[in-house]
């Protein structure tokens, strides 16, 4: 039944999320919805960004693609449109710059929890980012998961939990090789004097996976 969904993930194919669109229009309670695959491309940005048009409210957005610049326009515009309701927005290994991401941030002053799966930023492309959530200062959590940052970005990290007032947790996954030796005390050598890192192997056998949160 169509009226009753609340929450819909669809998309295997550009060709798919493009036949489905109509269709997705026409669920008019869904507050929560999930597109794509990691073989989408921008061909499905026109689509996508009808699906959001029907959509008077959205909790929860995840995108999963090869979406990179040039086809996210439209798709930040419904983005925008939505802002007031959106709490959760969730970016699965698309190509968007940080120039793009920071943006879309500046316009989403209600977000609560922000994914990012890997968009290869790196320390760089991070550092703009952070400078945008900076300002969200209803953001609790945020997750940072194979983007291509090293430890050099902890600090940055630090500084953003301090400014946030609402911001408890980060996680971030980092590049093993990116450490400083073994047995150095890393808390230490990156000076974080007000959060407490958790470290843990990731998923992948390459990397860390770091959690930060306030020291007790």
């Known amino acids: 039944n169509k009226n009753s969904l ?6 295997t194919s550009d060709e798919d999320v493009a036949t489905l ?12 919805i999930g597109v794509g695959h990691r073989s989408l491309t921008n ?36 983005l925008t449109r939505i802002s007031a309701s959106l709490l959760f ?3 699965y290994w698309t190509k968007l710059s940080s120039n ?11 977000l609560r929890d922000f994914q990012l799966v890997g968009n290869k930023l790196g320390d760089k492309g991070l550092r703009e980012l952070l400078g945008a959530l900076r300002k969200l200062k209803s953001l609790q959590g945020l997750g940072l998961f194979d983007i291509g940052v090293t430890w050099r970005s902890l600090q940055d990290l630090e500084r953003l939990l301090q400014d946030v007032p609402n911001l408890q947790l980060c996680y971030v996954a980092m590049e093993k090789s990116s450490f400083p030796a ?3 005390d890393i808390e230490k050598t990156l000076n974080l004097s007000s959060m407490k890192c958790v470290w843990k192997e990731s998923v992948k056998a390459n990397q860390y996976g770091c959690t930060l949160t306030y020291k007790m």
């Open 43 to 78: 061909k499905s940005a026109p689509a996508i960004a009808s699906i959001l048009s029907g959509l008077h409210q959205s909790n929860e957005f995840s995108l999963t693609g090869q979406i990179d610049d040039h086809g996210f326009p439209a798709i930040a515009m419904e």
């Open 100 to 110: 793009v991401l920071s943006s879309l941030m500046s316009s989403l002053d209600h």
């Open 21 to 32: 669109a109509p269709c997705i229009q026409e669920c008019t309670r869904l507050t929560g």
């Open 182 to 184: 073994v047995g150095e």
């Open 6 to 11: 609340t929450y819909l993930e669809v998309g």
């Open 89 to 91: 927005l969730n970016f």
